[in-house]
């Protein structure tokens, strides 16, 4: 199997963190790419029609892409135990997944467009998005968190780690300790230290 892989978007860091907890890193070839909204990666544009990242080519099958699929995939093919719990586990994934891409959208805003063409009320609509999100998980989905390891962990703490890598400043610890001290502890586990992005 083949990874296409960028270390700081927290999609593919989801993908990885189930790669290293499932023991299955030494089965996939990463490669890195260089890709943007503007200026896709040909190899990746030919795997996935999207061509965004991540997107795992397998043999025998068509390439699986959108990190949610590629880690319930990569779940089975270990035993499935990061799915356990259902819908519950779902719905956590997918509001982690709701942080990370209010995240991507703020760095896109930020990082992409000249400073004179900046959308302001965009960048603090999904800051909202982000604060909203951390708010409801601090008030219901704190016992899911410190559960046995689910996929609604690992895709918290990539979202979570990507808003403080690229926004340090957006916010969302405040009112939220209980959450804030999870990710604290979260990332000392040696998955998240192994995928750690550096600044770029």
């Given at each position: 199997?083949?990874?296409?892989?960028?270390?700081?978007?927290?999609?593919?860091?989801?993908?990885?963190l189930v790669l290293h907890e499932t023991?299955?890193?030494?089965?996939?070839?990463?490669l890195p790419v260089q890709t943007s909204v503007t200026h896709p990666d040909a190899g990746l544009a030919a795997s996935n029609p999207l061509a965004k990242i991540?997107?795992?080519?397998?043999?025998?099958?068509?390439?699986?892409?959108?990190?949610?699929?590629?880690?319930?995939?990569?779940?089975?093919?270990?035993g499935g135990a990061l799915y356990k719990g259902g819908w519950d586990i779902k719905v956590l994934e997918a509001t982690a997944d709701g942080i990370a891409d209010a995240a991507v959208?703020?760095?896109?805003e930020t990082r992409m467009r000249p400073e004179d063409k900046q959308w302001d009320a965009w960048i603090e609509a999904q800051r909202s998005k982000i604060l909203g999100a951390c708010a409801a998980v601090e008030a219901r989905w704190m016992p899911t968190l410190?559960?046995?390891l689910n996929i609604g962990q690992l895709a918290m703490?990539?979202?979570?780690a990507y808003v403080d890598f690229r926004h340090p400043n957006?916010?969302?610890?405040?009112?939220?300790?209980?959450?804030?001290?999870?990710?604290?502890?979260?990332?000392?586990r040696p998955s998240m230290v192994a995928t750690r992005a550096e600044a770029s």
């Open positions: 199997m083949k990874l296409y892989y960028s270390p700081a978007s927290p999609f593919v860091r989801k993908v990885m023991g299955q890193i030494t089965d996939v070839d990463v991540p997107a795992l080519t397998r043999d025998g099958g068509p390439t699986l892409y959108d990190s949610r699929v590629i880690c319930e995939f990569l779940d089975e093919r270990a959208l703020m760095a896109y410190t559960g046995p703490a990539a979202a979570l957006a916010g969302w610890r405040e009112g939220n300790p209980q959450l804030s001290d999870w990710l604290l502890a979260f990332e000392s």
